[in-house]
């Protein structure tokens, strides 16, 4: 596997940047990535991403908080509530008004929670093994 390519970036909250690769254009549609070593969006959507787009939609793939080329503490002190929070607003900061969520692993809880607190904004979820679904 090939380094990880450095994309476009975007301040949200506090100061903190959000890093990110985009493809294409119409309905938007945002990657959230899983959780792990190594996570990144770039990792978990590579191949996926360009081909969405070539079927006209740009595609927003970004790392979250706390992983790949994104804002990273020195502590892991990025709570659940910032990286559902990340998205919002980096969705925000990169005009996505409404959009898909395609949510993997982590990323598929942190997707389910933006559609039940935002659900004028997301239109559509995808989710691939979401996290967030068994009781606690």
């Known amino acids: 596997m090939s380094a990880v390519p450095e994309g476009k970036y975007v301040e949200i909250f506090d100061g903190y940047r959000v890093h990110y690769h985009e493809y294409g254009e119409g309905p938007a549609v945002i990657f959230v990535h899983g959780s792990g070593p190594g996570a990144s969006g770039w990792s978990n959507f590579r ?80 989710l691939m093994a979401p996290g967030g679904l068994e009781d606690r």
């Open 47 to 126: 191949l996926n991403a360009p081909e969405i787009a070539a079927a006209g939609f740009r595609c927003l793939v970004p790392d979250m908080l706390g992983y790949g080329y994104s804002s990273i503490t020195e502590t892991p002190t990025f709570t659940y509530k910032d990286l559902v929070r990340g998205i919002v607003e980096f969705a925000a900061a990169v005009g996505a008004e409404d959009y898909t969520l395609v949510g993997n692993s982590m990323g598929g809880a942190v997707a389910i929670t933006i559609g039940l607190e935002h659900p004028e904004r997301v239109r559509n979820l995808v």
